[in-house]
C-alpha cells in the first residue's frame, strides 16, 4: 500500500512558478514509477509526467515539455513538479500516482493516486 499526500499548489500569475510534492507512505516507495496528471473542470484527467523508480527516466506531456521537470528524493518518499512559466491553460487539479513496472501515460496504469492539489494560473 501507498498513500500519496499532494501539496504546493495556488493562485499564481501567467511566468510564475510553482513546486509541488507529492509525499508517499510506505517502505516500497522507491520501487514505484511516479506521474502527475492534471484534471481541468469539464476535462478529462490528462498526463503531464512520469519519472522511474531510479529517477533516471522521465517522459513528459508535449504540453509542458521544457517548462516542467519531475523529479523524485526516494531518501524522503517524495516527488516533485518543477512548473515553470505556468500559463492559464495549466490551471487545473494535480494528482499524483504511484504505479509499479514501468513508465506509463495511461491513468489506467497507475494503481495509487493522491487527493489532488489546486493550481490556478491567472491571465
Known amino acids: 500500500q501507498v498513500q500519496l499526500v499532494e501539496s504546493g499548489g495556488g493562485l499564481v500569475q501567467a511566468g510564475d512558478s510553482l513546486r509541488l510534492s507529492c509525499a508517499a507512505s510506505g517502505r516500497t516507495f522507491s520501487s514505484y514509477a511516479m506521474g502527475w496528471f492534471r484534471q481541468a473542470p469539464g476535462k478529462e484527467r490528462e498526463f503531464v509526467a512520469t519519472?522511474?523508480?531510479?529517477?533516471?527516466?522521465?517522459i513528459y506531456a508535449d504540453s509542458v515539455k521544457g517548462r516542467f521537470t519531475i523529479s523524485r528524493d526516494n531518501a524522503k518518499n517524495t516527488v516533485y513538479l518543477q512548473m515553470n512559466s505556468l500559463k492559464p491553460e495549466d490551471t487545473a487539479v494535480y494528482y499524483c500516482a504511484a504505479a509499479k513496472g514501468g513508465l506509463y501515460s495511461d491513468y489506467a496504469a497507475y494503481d495509487y493516486w493522491g487527493q489532488g492539489t489546486q493550481v490556478t494560473v491567472s491571465s
Open positions: 519519472i522511474s523508480w531510479s529517477g533516471g527516466n522521465t
